[in-house]
């Protein structure tokens, strides 16, 4: 049976627009299908909040170490100290711990400034243009340039990176599976050979940025090898970056699209502008996640069998009226929106929430002080900018119409 897990045939949503917007089928899910087991792929489906919940921090359950995954990744590069995520506590505890510590409230306070920084330059490109694509522009520059000045690699190589990355999470579909692998082989190969003389020059000269700290971080009072930094770090690149760029990307097609007249509430109230982050990663987060069966369960009804896969739909999760009340409903005035699940649950949450938290809310706030009102182009239609993505369907360009403040 094939590795990979391919969602759109288990949802069997053909067209780009309805895999952009499969909120309908969520529902119908949720309301006549919440544990459903698609026979094909040999995979358990669950839908509703507390199932999500649980599959993705139960991991007595529903284990991380699993062989075949929704992630697309060539399995054989990451089966090493490297890898936090497919991995269960209390292993997977001490692993993370080698990575965390980047990820501290005091980092992060650190790199604010660099942070803040970046983003200026990127809105100051938009300099004397009305019309912008603010994917091209905002949301895809920005996290690959964080993420490749926090790991320390160099700035003038973002565009190589980017491309790397997102070869090698690309998803898989039916009809390209072997010209996919063969892609993502090729990319894995580049990347690598890219980063390794970086982390051997790092690790003889230590300086301030996370690939040295890998390079000097010990697991049982051993160092983590070159080649384990070096996936190390094309793992931080692999979850944070297409993520991020998402996020960015859907904020501003839900101030344009799903509820305009929120970006006026932002110009009045700046301090809205993290509500309006994490509604977004609420309501538009179209992400699922994979576990596999641990143990022999009826934990949710039917029997599932240890060793099958569960996936988790985090996206249809987030709009569970037992959980969020009006919930196909875009509310920054929400007081629970932070309960998604879109940066997952339970041991495995995601690592770098506060960090993409704070590029989005860094980067709206300076845009929402900017720029007086945004608009749509006339004639946007949406399925005319969408690119497959391992998060479901993403935005590849999303123009905008805007005024600077006068
Ligand atoms: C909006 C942006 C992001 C979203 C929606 C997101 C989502 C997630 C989710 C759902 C998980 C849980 C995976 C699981 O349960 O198996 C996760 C884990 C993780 N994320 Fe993120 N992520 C984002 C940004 C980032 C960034 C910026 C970084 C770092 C640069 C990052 C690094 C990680 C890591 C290392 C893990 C694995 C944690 C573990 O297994 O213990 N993520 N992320």
Not at 66 to 87: M, T, Y
Not at 235 to 263: Q, R
Not at 265 to 274: A, F, G, M, N, Q
Not at 318 to 329: K, Q
């Amino acid at each position: 049976m094939n590795q990979n897990i391919i969602l759109n045939e288990i949802s069997k949503l053909k067209s780009k627009q309805s895999q952009w917007e499969p909120f309908t089928w969520y529902k119908d899910m949720r309301e006549n299908n919440p544990v459903y087991y698609d026979a094909e792929q040999d995979v358990w489906n669950v839908f509703l909040y507390e199932h999500t919940k649980r599959v993705l921090s139960d991991h007595e359950l529903f284990s991380n170490k699993k062989q075949r995954s929704l992630i697309p990744v060539p399995r054989e590069h990451f089966d090493n100290r490297s890898n936090i995520n497919l991995v269960d506590p209390p292993e997977h505890r001490k692993r993370r711990a080698l990575q965390s510590q980047a990820f501290t409230p005091r980092s992060l306070k650190e790199w604010e400034p660099r942070i803040k920084a970046i983003v200026d330059e990127l809105i100051a490109d938009l300099e004397g243009e009305s019309t912008v694509d603010i994917v091209e522009k905002l949301a895809i520059p920005l996290p690959v340039t964080v993420i490749a000045e926090l790991l320390g690699v160099p700035f003038k190589d973002r565009g190589l990176i980017s491309s790397w990355s997102d070869i090698i999470f690309l998803p898989y579909n039916q009809e390209a599976y072997v010209d996919i692998d063969k892609q993502k082989g090729q990319a894995m190969k580049e990347f690598h050979d890219y980063l390794l003389p970086i982390v051997q020059e790092k690790r003889k000269r230590a300086v301030d940025d996370i690939i040295s700290d890998l390079t000097k971080a010990e697991l049982d009072g051993e160092q983590l090898t070159d080649e384990e930094v070096v996936m190390s770090a094309i793992g931080l690149l692999g979850a944070g970056n297409e993520t991020t760029t998402k996020l960015i990307s859907n904020i501003f097609y839900c101030m344009l699209f799903d509820k305009p007249g929120v970006y006026q509430e932002l110009r009045t109230d700046v301090s809205l502008v993290p509500n309006l982050i994490e509604e977004v990663l609420r309501f538009r987060f179209t992400a699922s996640m994979d576990r596999r069966v641990a143990q022999d369960t009826s934990v949710f009804g039917p029997k599932m069998k240890e060793g099958q896969v569960v996936v988790a739909w985090l996206g249809a999760a987030n709009r569970d009226e037992s959980e969020f009340a009006h919930a196909e409903e875009l509310d920054i005035h929400r007081p629970n929106s932070q309960h998604h699940l879109s940066f997952g649950n339970g041991p495995h949450f995601c690592l770098g929430a506060p960090l993409a938290r704070m590029e989005a809310r860094i980067a709206l706030t300076a845009f929402v002080n900017q720029f007086a009102d945004i608009q749509p182009v006339k004639g946007f239609d949406v399925t005319e900018h969408l690119t497959d993505s391992v998060l479901g369907q993403s935005l590849k360009n999303l123009p905008i119409l805007f005024d600077r403040n006068r």
